[in-house]
């Protein structure tokens, strides 16, 4: 059984419970001692992961690295006495995770503003949620440098999050139509689509084929495909096969 | 006597060595333990202050406590293994004792674009000479948390520069001319100067009353007068005075 959804993709999480009796379970409660329990690449809350190892000793954490760091970073520096500040979603289960290791004097906040009334030591150490864009997150560390003593920056954004949205960027400007996939409740398959909606307007969010609507490619030459960091190769595929047949 | 000028301004030297008998040496070599030396606000690179106590017990430690705060800043992040970056003048005084606390892996840049051909450690530390403007120190500190891991930012700007060059940059834009008190030679009353010269065409850099020209103040109706950070009062009441006459 997996602690929350694996990625945000219902139709992969389906073959997975089809093909090889793989359940979703919504919280620790849920957990029972007989069957193995992932924890999913978001990570999950301090106390949670404490209560689970008490519960159920067949746990295999698939904690993504990018999501660790964060987290131990918090941990640390919280201890040595900084403020922690998070560039990220409090409601997203990554940061939820992340928060809980900094202890209490942790904020967070999606822009620079939300900070302005806030009151911080003058020692601040600085994370991101992993699927953020760079370009706020500067602003966050610009504002804080400015008014804080000591910033300790750690930019914890993913690589590859980062490298994807440079593409769909590169991508959007080229093209009439875009059409990204991914789950429609995934961070970073909506970050695509809002990427590519500066350039491109005609840009669409599919989670399969089955969401795909013809009259989108009506007069249209060029369409490009992006996807979201965990949508499976075999959705891409088929989504791709059918937009050809267009 | 002080090593080094304590000040920018011939003037008041002048009057200290007339008046005191405050002499003004170039190097610890000129040092003599008769008399007691004096280190002024920039401080002195750390093999000199030791070359200095070996040779004379009589020192007075006059760095200015925003200068102290780099170098033992560059001291601590230079031993716990971070490369340093100071942003500043290579040959300024100041820059020149807080580099030499950083060990090997110290670079000096005025801009963001001298650091684009250097390979740095993923764990930086970035300190500013104390009397530079905010907006490069930000530029700098934005490229490098686009760069690397971890940057951990001291703002170590002094604050009565920053207050100073504030005033400076609101007076110069309500008034027909502007007359910037302060050593030719010191880099925040050349700062000042451009903050002015930015907002007001007519700003002139003063040493003191006797590089006042009258032509200067035909048809103007609004004077405005700042001063650098060590400009002694009697000095800038000489020159106002002066310019009330015109």
Redesign the interface.
Known sequence: MTLGSLIHNKKEIGRLERDFGVRVIEGVDDATNDKTVIIRTHGIPKNELKLLKEKNEKIVDATCPFVTKPQQICEKLGNEGYDIVIFGDVNHPEVKGVMSYAGANVVVVLDAGELKNKKLSQKIALVSQTTRK?EN??KI??YL??S????????TICNATFDNQDSARALSCDVDIMVIIGGKDSSNTKQLLNISLENCKDSYLVEDENDLNPDWFADKKICGVTAGASTPDWIIKEVVEKIRNY
Chains 1, 2 share one sequence.
């Open positions: 760079i997150f500067l560390a610009t440098i400015e804080y003593g000591e910033v300790r920056v750690f930019n």
